[in-house]
């Protein structure tokens, strides 16, 4: 949490396919299947921060 404070709140589907080390396309499959949860701004795609932890939240529960 303490290295999500200095970045940006909403990120790109793009920025995140970087963090995420997936591609673009990736990251929109994740988010047409429901699985990453993204918000829309005007013709846009954003993934807030809190998505991407609660994202990366359920990851850890299937793998433990």
């Not at 990453?36 to 529960?61: A, F, M, P, V």
Request: aromatic share 4%.
């Amino acid at each position: 949490k303490e290295i999500m404070q200095n970045l940006p709140m909403l990120f790109t589907p793009l920025q995140i396919a970087k963090i995420m080390n997936i591609s673009r396309s990736k990251v929109y499959e994740l988010m047409n299947n429901g699985e990453l949860n993204s918000c829309k701004i005007g013709r846009s795609r954003r993934i807030s921060d809190n998505h991407i932890e609660t994202y990366i939240q359920k990851l850890t529960k299937v793998t433990t």
